[in-house]
């Protein structure tokens, strides 16, 4: 389908694209890689009557090591993301999912900063950002601010983003030490997850020490697992680590669409936890039929 009408501006800085969304008003939008902004516009789902093409402004661009954390660029693209050498320890979480989001084609146009500010609760990433405690950064002509993950996710392609305001990044803690998973279950190669899971997981020599969990399309944001993080501490055994997976029964009823009804969604992502918790905690014999410990 064809898009509406739309004026389009390229800003050459931040403050620019900020000029430009102000005077577009309510309707304006930015535009990065365009992969998730662009179909709805086909499909007329969205009719923005502006958009302010931010692809040129390199100050949104890279990937940072800062100390004790890794900066991400809005405009970093899935594929520069995957091959970060700053993301180590637990943050290499959000290089292992970019890795395997979409085709080479959409990792090579696709950003960062979009997929975050898309609000999709069936996407990758926001999951990986909810467990590791990441912060999004925005800029607007109020100033920057910047909203813990926990908080910018509001409901389905709903984020704490004001009008007229940018996601200019991310800020990862690296969690050094820390082995980190993501699963997903998906019908074909490159569709949306049906239930995804990001694992970061603290083993030490007495078992499991720490672990956050985050869930891929199992409600109308990402969702953490807290239940089972808090029973996952401690175990190093199969069959511990498969009851503490079994406590996501405890979370709210996900939702059941044409792909998968809701009690199979539990189902996924009790099974997927239990892989992704094995593979960061690094037990490569916690296969099928293994019964021992890590």
Same mark, same amino acid.
């Given at each position: 389908?064809?898009?509406?009408?739309?004026?389009?501006?390229?800003?050459?800085?931040?403050?620019?694209?900020?000029?430009?969304?102000?005077?577009?008003?309510?309707?304006?939008?930015?535009?990065?890689?365009?992969?998730?902004?662009?179909?709805?516009?086909?499909?007329?789902?969205?009719?923005?009557?502006?958009?302010?093409?931010?692809?040129?402004?390199?100050?949104?661009?890279?990937?940072?090591?800062?100390?004790?954390?890794?900066?991400?660029?809005?405009?970093?693209?899935?594929?520069?993301?995957?091959?970060?050498?700053?993301?180590?320890?637990?943050?290499?979480?959000?290089?292992?999912?970019? !890795?395997?989001?979409?085709?080479?084609?959409?990792?090579?146009?696709?950003?960062?900063?979009?997929?975050? =500010?898309?609000?999709?609760?069936?996407?990758?990433?926001?999951?990986?950002?909810?467990?590791?405690?990441?912060?999004?950064?925005?800029?607007?002509?109020?100033?920057?601010?910047?909203?813990?993950?926990?908080?910018?996710?509001?409901?389905?392609?709903?984020?704490?983003? =004001?009008?007229?305001?940018?996601?200019?990044?991310?800020?990862?803690?690296?969690?050094?030490?820390?082995?980190?998973?993501?699963?997903?279950?998906?019908?074909?190669?490159?569709?949306?997850?049906?239930?995804?899971?990001?694992?970061?997981?603290?083993?030490?020599?007495?078992?499991? =020490?720490?672990?956050?969990?985050?869930?891929?399309?199992?409600?109308?944001?990402?969702?953490?697992?807290?239940?089972?993080?808090?029973?996952?501490?401690?175990?190093?055994?199969?069959?511990?680590?498969?009851?503490?997976?079994?406590?996501?029964?405890?979370?709210?009823?996900?939702?059941?669409?044409?792909?998968?009804?809701?009690?199979?969604?539990?189902?996924?992502?009790?099974?997927?936890?239990?892989?992704?918790?094995? !593979?960061?905690?690094?037990?490569?014999?916690?296969?099928?039929?293994?019964?021992?410990?890590?």
């Amino acid at each position: 389908m064809i898009p509406a009408s739309f004026d389009y501006e390229r800003a050459s800085s931040l403050d620019e694209a900020l000029s430009l969304l102000a005077a577009g008003g309510e309707d304006a939008r930015p535009l990065a890689g365009g992969h998730s902004l662009l179909p709805l516009m086909r499909l007329r789902l969205a009719r923005p009557t502006l958009l302010v093409d931010i692809g040129g402004i390199d100050e949104l661009r890279g990937v940072h090591d800062d100390g004790d954390s890794v900066v991400i660029g809005a405009l970093a693209t899935h594929h520069e993301v995957a091959g970060a050498s700053a993301l180590t320890g637990g943050s290499g979480l959000i290089a292992k999912v970019a !890795e395997g989001i979409g085709d080479p084609q959409v990792r090579h146009r696709g950003t960062l900063g979009g997929s975050v =500010a898309h609000a999709d609760p069936a996407s990758d990433l926001p999951a990986a950002l909810l467990a590791l405690d990441a912060e999004v950064t925005l800029a607007g002509r109020d100033g920057a601010r910047s909203v813990a993950a926990a908080d910018f996710f509001v409901g389905p392609f709903m984020s704490a983003a =004001a009008d007229g305001e940018i996601v200019t990044g991310v800020r990862v803690p690296k969690r050094e030490g820390w082995g980190s998973a993501y699963q997903k279950f998906q019908r074909r190669a490159q569709d949306w997850a049906i239930v995804g899971v990001a694992a970061v997981v603290n083993w030490t020599e007495d078992g499991i =020490a720490g672990a956050a969990i985050g869930l891929t399309n199992m409600g109308g944001t990402p969702l953490r697992a807290h239940g089972v993080e808090t029973a996952l501490v401690g175990t190093s055994e199969k069959a511990q680590i498969l009851a503490a997976a079994s406590k996501v029964s405890g979370l709210e009823t996900p939702p059941a669409d044409e792909n998968a009804s809701s009690e199979y969604r539990l189902h996924l992502a009790q099974v997927l936890i239990g892989r992704a918790v094995a !593979e960061a905690a690094g037990c490569p014999g916690m296969q099928p039929g293994f019964d021992g410990t890590c």
